[in-house]
């Protein structure tokens, strides 16, 4: 078979599927509808994928690869405390993630209707919680308190996008901030 001539890479057709999945929902993320867009002929996405669940998996595996796991090593890689390492890991989402967190509730979204989508997105949380309580255990010795932090301090990730109430004393990024700095309050009696 040969490479059609007006064709995208593969990663080209996964990357507008995630913005089209993110800005319009996994119901409009077809194959005639991303050729449309692209202005490409549907043999282009067939060179690159056997089928729609193909570029499904290939949306997914990117989300896997490209969120937690590039967050994670740049953490390690900046190292320090469980306090420094947590900071620096919410530097980077509240900073670097804002339009992540639209794909956040789209995949969610997506879960709802598709108990395999809702396996992956739990699997992949529950990395993310490990991670996150296992660096609320190096600050607090209560495993429990680790873990309620921890549950917290992800809710604010994935659900500050959701509420819809202005902040009214300071911006976004402050406002977060002061919230992640509230997770460390009576630290020093380490409970």
């Not at 990395?127 to 010795?141: K, S, T």
């Amino acid at each position: 078979m040969d490479k059609p001539t007006n064709s995208l890479t593969r990663e080209a057709w996964i990357d507008f599927a995630l913005q089209k999945l993110t800005d319009e929902g996994i119901d409009k993320v077809s194959v005639a509808a991303l050729a449309r867009d692209l202005n490409v002929t549907k043999g282009s996405f067939y060179w690159h994928f056997k089928d729609r669940e193909d570029l499904l998996q290939a949306i997914l595996d990117r989300w896997e690869r490209t969120g937690s796991d590039v967050v994670f090593r740049e953490v390690d890689r900046v190292g320090g405390d469980g306090e420094r390492r947590l900071k620096h890991m919410s530097d980077i989402i509240f900073r670097r993630y804002g339009d992540q967190l639209n794909l956040e509730l789209a995949l969610r979204d997506w879960g709802r209707k598709d108990p395999k989508i809702l396996e992956t997105i739990a699997r992949e949380d529950e990395r993310r919680m490990d991670y996150m309580r296992g660096l609320f255990a190096d600050i607090y010795d209560d495993p429990k308190i680790a873990e309620a932090k921890a549950w917290l301090l992800f809710s604010l990730y994935v659900g500050e996008i959701i509420i819809a109430a202005p902040i009214k004393e300071q911006n976004r990024e402050e406002l977060l901030w002061t919230c992640l700095n509230t997770l460390f309050e009576g630290r020093a009696g380490n409970s």
